[in-house]
């Protein structure tokens, strides 16, 4: 198995800019988390699904960003406008190992200029 | 209150000496999950080992043990005989919840330890 499958593993842009991160998750698995890293906040939850199906937004940080699943084996992160504050490291990642673990993508680095 | 806590942002260790990760952690919840991520310089979350709040033993994984005191809430990350390799993140999470067959439950990730191994 190919494990989590994030694109673009970099992305740079101008503030303003539509930015849409792709996550192709693990066959089989059925939950699918969106989380965001940075130096100041760490690691948050912005939204998972399960059966593709939202379970929780609440971490989204405000209308520009959005998510979908429209199937098992893609989801979308998009950020439109995109604003500097937004440069991050996004994860995309698939539960669940016997144990509860999630399954973590190498991870699409943003930033915005 | 923030539900996981870890409060050594650093910590450094020479090459084949123990070293003991703190993590402590807040639920009212009777079933959890604690778990142990390394992130190495790449970037990759990588799992590292598992203890469920009714497991009677410490988890073991190779070099990993994890100190879990349920009482004190503390579920501490032991690496044995350190390897350069090891310099990496080291994140502790939680699951709060039961363990449900064919859904997972999101992680609250602690805010991590870095850890420098030297020879």
């Known amino acids: 198995d190919a494990g989590v499958i994030q694109s673009p593993r970099h992305e740079v842009t101008e503030m303003g800019q539509e930015v849409t991160l792709r996550c192709k998750p693990i066959?089989?698995?059925?939950?699918l988390f969106w989380y965001r890293q940075t130096m100041m906040r760490g690691l948050e939850l912005l939204i998972y699904?399960?059966?593709?199906?939202?379970?929780?937004d609440s971490g989204m940080p405000e209308d520009r960003f959005s998510a979908k699943m429209p199937n098992a084996s893609f989801s979308t992160l998009k950020i439109q406008p995109s604003e500097p504050r937004d440069s991050a490291v996004y994860f995309c990642?698939?539960?669940?190992?016997?144990?509860?673990?999630?399954?973590f993508g190498e991870g699409s680095r943003l930033t915005v200029l | 209150a923030q539900k996981i806590t870890q409060t050594q942002p650093g910590m450094f260790v020479q090459e084949k000496e123990a070293v003991t990760l703190d993590c402590t952690y807040d639920?009212?919840?009777?079933?959890?999950?604690l778990f142990w991520y390394k992130q190495p310089s790449s970037g990759e979350m990588i799992f590292l080992i598992y203890q469920g709040s009714y497991d009677q033993q410490n988890a073991t994984e190779g070099r990993y043990s994890l100190n879990f005191q349920k009482a004190r809430k503390s579920a501490n990350l032991v690496i044995s005989a350190s390897q350069l390799g090891d310099s990496a993140m080291y994140f502790c999470?939680?699951?709060?919840?039961?363990?449900?067959?064919?859904?997972?439950?999101?992680?609250?990730f602690g805010t991590g330890t870095r850890l420098q191994v030297t020879l």
């Open positions: 999470a939680m699951r709060e919840g039961p363990l449900r067959a064919g859904t997972a439950s999101k992680l609250t």
């Open positions: 639920t009212s919840d009777p079933s959890y999950g």
């Open positions: 990642a698939n539960g669940q190992g016997a144990r509860g673990e999630l399954f």
């Open positions: 699904f399960n059966n593709n199906v939202p379970i929780d």
């Open positions: 066959s089989g698995h059925n939950s």
